[in-house]
């Protein structure tokens, strides 16, 4: 009986049309924050519950590299309510899961059921998801003391620095959840998640101190303001790439990571809805 389902998850695996990252899975700031925001959206903890929002977000997760943000995409499509609830799509996305090492996946896949192709749904999901407008606010009230204090010193920091207090701590929760201990493989550091090369240009000589790695952040922040006239897009997608890929593609750039980047920070910062007005 097992041996046959795995055969059918292989044979789904093969239908979804995505391909897994062969290199093992390291679990980066971002997304764990992506995962931590989805939980957020998908229970209703400090925010209303979005069961939209959380598959975006675990989607977000997933297409970084978390099996377990296939996984929540799948057990979110295979039990919300309609018209979200498909259960082909959650297949797909279940077997993705699978693939890629999460064995909780084979529990939740449903054979009676075909697996749908997996194409551009996670920008779809996204897309929705930006609809609807994100309770900054509520969120922040719904984290641990810690990251309320953290959120208070972001707040206060961003006015002396004439940075929009929104745009800093929707790159704080974006970029690492509010936690002054994350390290990136690419030893990104700290709340703001600074690379050494930008410690160095700012002058943070203590990135994981919170309060020198916020104000390097936010120094960095003012620079891109000026940069790029204000273009919240543009600044966001430079504090993500390097300014120098922003100038090179005369606009965000073509990346993947990059475009979901700026989505969610935009998001979170309510940017996208005032856009909409």
Known sequence: MVAGLALFLIMAIARTGAV??????VEAPRVT???QQGHAAEFGIGIRRNPLLAVALYCEAGTMGSPEGFFRVGRVLASAPRPLRNPAMANAYLALAARLGHHQALRLYDSRVASAIIGDECGVYGSSADGSRFDLDGYLAGQSPAKQRLALLI??????YQVDPRLALAIAIAESNLDPAAVSPRNAQGVMQLIP???ERFGVTRPFDPEHNVRGALAYLRWLDKRFAGNWRLIVAAYNAGEGAV???SGVPPFAETQQYVR????FSGFAAKERG
């Open 264 to 267: 969610r920070v935009l998001h």
């Open 33 to 35: 924050a992506a995962l």
């Open 20 to 25: 897994a990252q062969a290199e093992s899975y």
């Open 155 to 160: 707040r206060n920091a961003a006015r002396q």
């Open 247 to 249: 100038d090179r593609y």
């Open 197 to 199: 090369a930008t410690q």
